[in-house]
């Protein structure tokens, strides 16, 4: 019996699967460096272009580390992102908790090869290689930084004003929201903490599909090392 059908079945984790593929697959739209002509912004125009600011800050480090999990814990994604003279290598380490069990899988884009690791039950992985459009492009839901036709994305911001992160960082607090710009429903909301003196994001919360989520940037310019994956 396959993981996909025993063990993920047998522990009830469907919501946790549907809002995983939610964020996967939304991440190659939402996770591009730099503004997409897609973009309709509503709201404070100036907020969202400082907002924008610090994404494009966050893709010229020589590497950083971000964490984003939700807010039970059953889920946790790791990115590392090290910047190659053939563009970005990433890992992205994804992690599901339930019943005191977890799976982990690893996806790895280095170049224009790609691979995916997936932890076993009881011990052991498996390891294959993926098309590297399989591997999303960075962290979900950095609002309105995705690509697409002139007027698909909409996408509202508001600058809240001076704060601290969780980490003690003094920030600015922005709050923002996305949708299609056929659908009448906000898709995602969330906040975003730029620091103030770095011009850095280092802290936002999002929701989505009725979960919420935090994600800590961190390690910036850290010697982040992605390579293939041992035993692929």
């Given amino acids: ?5 025993g063990w993920i079945g047998r522990v ?23 503004a997409s002509p897609g973009v309709r912004v509503e709201g404070d125009a100036r907020a969202w272009e400082e907002m924008t600011s610090a994404w494009k800050r966050l893709q010229d480090l020589r590497g950083y580390r971000i964490r984003q999990r939700n807010a039970d814990g059953t889920l946790e994604m790791v990115f590392e992102s090290e910047r190659t003279a053939q563009g970005r290598a990433l890992r992205i380490v994804t992690t599901v ?3 005191g069990q977890e799976i982990r899988s690893e996806m790895v884009l280095v170049g224009d090869q790609a691979w995916q690791v997936m932890s ?14 399989r591997v999303p492009p960075g962290p979900f839901a950095f ?6 036709r002139a007027g698909e994305e909409v996408v509202w911001a508001r600058r809240v004003g001076p704060g601290t992160s969780p980490q003690g960082t003094p920030v600015t607090v922005y709050e923002w929201r996305n949708r299609r710009v056929n659908e009448a429903d906000w898709m995602v909301t969330g906040t975003l903490h730029v620091d103030r003196a770095s011009g850095l994001p280092v802290w936002m919360t999002f929701e989505v599909e009725r979960q919420r989520f935090t994600v800590e940037y ?3 310019n850290a010697p982040v090392r992605v390579t293939r994956p041992a035993g692929c």
């Fill in 12 to 34: 009830g984790l469907r919501t946790v699967a549907v809002t995983l593929a939610v964020l996967l697959g939304s991440a190659e739209l939402f996770a591009q460096s730099g």
């Fill in 1 to 5: 019996m396959g993981w996909e059908n």
């Fill in 97 to 99: 908790r339930h019943g």
């Fill in 120 to 133: 076993m039950p009881g011990g052991g992985s498996t390891c294959r290689q993926i098309p590297p459009d």
């Fill in 143 to 148: 609002p309105g930084t995705g690509e697409g």
């Fill in 218 to 220: 961190y390690d910036f």
